[in-house]
């Protein structure tokens, strides 16, 4: 498996096995990767000091920063260096943003996004991501820049975090640039593809974050694997080592009943394509080649489902083919 380059994260994300399936009403929160909202509360912020961006200063950029100028501040220091015009980011939303991270006292680089070319995505949310992200970019619009310096109790506390060289007395500089932002009612954007296959099931193509219908045909389900586009949007192709975050349901071929979905849940769903070719093979290579804003119909056969161990309690039996619609809203 590819190594985790991110370096922000607390605790790991939480990954959408489908290894225990439900109805739609019980089940729906295992497929999200969305811890509870802090109970903490937030720090004070002021607005420096903050060491200078001596080149790389246009969004999108990788930045080059300056060593701190002598004693970090205690508290969380914000600055909006650029300001953008999009979507406002709320707390417990995920955002795809590229950055840079060094520490303060040396100027060392211990992480970057700009040259892997590879956005982190993650939700700012308590356990899922550094806590002086997460109090420094609620309230940010997207499109902005922002620098951050984070002293150790908004990091990784006394411990720090030996993989990337962080004492636990160090203070982190951060300048992040949010790109977008996602939250429940997030959907698809793409441009709608006619579905003309009467013997596939149809999706519908809203794009307001409620449950997509699907109408599963009267007819036998096909033996081999389906993936198909219903809207088709303009982003990256996914590619087999990625962290997809999305929407999406899980219906059985026959009888059409819903076992697993996050629309309409107030949660989205974020796992590894690597991890799901262990849970469901057919999802992971369904989803692998197509393009981040789409909107995915999967038809999986049995062999490349759970084939005769279905789990338990569910309405998936032995034999099932199951069918998935995913909007593929980002990627890492």
């Known amino acids: 498996m590819r190594r985790r380059s991110l370096l922000l994260a607390a605790v790991p994300a939480g990954l959408a096995t489908l290894a225990a399936c439900g109805d739609d009403k019980s089940d729906s929160s295992k497929a999200s990767a969305s811890p509870s909202a802090s109970s903490?509360?937030?720090p004070k912020i002021v607005d420096g000091p903050?060491?200078?961006?001596?080149?790389?200063?246009?969004?999108?950029e990788k930045p080059t920063v300056a060593k701190g100028p002598g004693a970090p501040s205690k508290d969380l220091a914000v600055k909006t260096l650029i300001a953008g015009s999009g979507r406002t980011v709320a707390e417990n939303d995920f955002i795809q943003a590229n950055y840079l991270g060094q520490i303060w006292s040396t100027a060392k680089v211990f992480d970057n996004s700009y040259d892997k070319k590879r956005p982190l995505v993650m939700q700012l949310a308590q356990g899922s991501i550094i806590?002086?992200?997460?109090?420094?970019?609620?309230?940010?619009?997207?499109?902005?820049?922002v620098q951050i310096a984070v002293p150790p109790d908004l990091g990784y506390g006394k411990s720090?975090?030996?993989?990337?060289?962080?004492?636990?007395?160090?203070?982190?500089?951060?300048?992040?640039?949010?790109?977008?932002?996602?939250?429940?009612k997030s959907s698809a954007t793409g441009k709608p593809v006619p579905q003309e296959d009467g013997d596939l099931p149809k999706v519908a193509t809203n794009t307001d974050?409620?449950?997509?219908?699907?109408?599963?045909?009267?007819?036998?389900?096909?033996?081999?694997?389906?993936?198909?586009?219903?809207?088709?949007?303009?982003?990256?192709?996914?590619?087999?080592?990625q962290v997809v975050l999305c929407q999406f349901q899980g219906l059985v071929w026959d009888g059409g009943k819903t076992f697993q979905r996050t629309y309409g849940s107030g949660r989205l769903s974020q796992f590894s394509l690597e991890q799901m070719?262990?849970?469901?093979?057919?999802?992971?290579?369904?989803?692998?080649?197509?393009?981040?804003?789409?909107?995915v119909l999967i038809v999986v056969p049995p062999d490349l489902g759970y084939g005769d161990n279905p789990p338990s309690g569910g309405p998936i039996k032995k034999g099932s083919t199951l069918v998935f619609t995913v909007d593929i809203l980002a990627a890492m």
């Open 160 to 184: 720090g975090n030996s993989q990337a060289g962080i004492k636990g007395t160090d203070t982190l500089v951060f300048v992040i640039d949010v790109i977008d932002s996602y939250n429940s």
């Open 209 to 241: 974050g409620q449950v997509p219908k699907v109408t599963i045909p009267k007819t036998d389900p096909p033996k081999k694997l389906v993936s198909e586009y219903v809207l088709e949007g303009d982003g990256a192709e996914l590619k087999a080592d």
């Open 40 to 42: 903490s509360p937030p």
């Open 131 to 145: 806590d002086g992200w997460r109090f420094a970019l609620a309230g940010k619009k997207t499109g902005s820049r």
């Open 277 to 295: 070719q262990q849970a469901v093979k057919g999802l992971a290579q369904g989803l692998t080649g197509k393009k981040v804003g789409s909107r």
């Open 50 to 60: 903050l060491p200078a961006v001596t080149a790389g200063t246009k969004f999108g």
